[in-house]
């Protein structure tokens, strides 16, 4: 069956890095886009970043400049790498297979000084 195991996230200052990984199992990973979405105590769920199988990609405006999605067909490994993380950065991370209802278990992601 489909897993999508995440890992990476935490605590950091604001203008500080994390990179968040989510290892993919039981689909051919290389045939699919991915994404990234996050969510804000009382806010909606919101996409964040997607990477298409053929390795082009967008990202929402508020990360554009700042977040670099990623993948790793070898490793069936999709990243995000967060640079310069605010505040309003502060969520909890899910990655997401295209095409379907799987979700990562979530991290959490605090920038806060």
């Known amino acids: 069956q489909v897993q999508l195991l995440q890992s990476g996230g935490g605590l950091v200052q604001p203008g500080g890095s994390l990179r968040l990984s989510c290892a993919a199992s039981?689909?051919?990973?290389?045939?699919?886009?991915m994404s990234w979405y996050r969510q804000a105590p009382g806010k909606e769920r919101e996409l964040v970043a997607r990477i298409f199988s053929g390795g082009s990609t967008n990202y929402a405006d508020s990360v554009k400049g700042r977040f670099t999605i990623s993948r790793d067909n070898a490793k069936n490994t999709v990243y995000l790498q967060m640079n310069s993380l605010k505040s309003e950065d502060t969520a909890v991370y899910y990655c997401k297979k295209f095409g379907d209802s799987y979700w990562g278990q979530g991290t959490q992601v605090t920038v806060s000084s």
């Open positions: 039981g689909f051919t990973f290389s045939n699919y886009g």
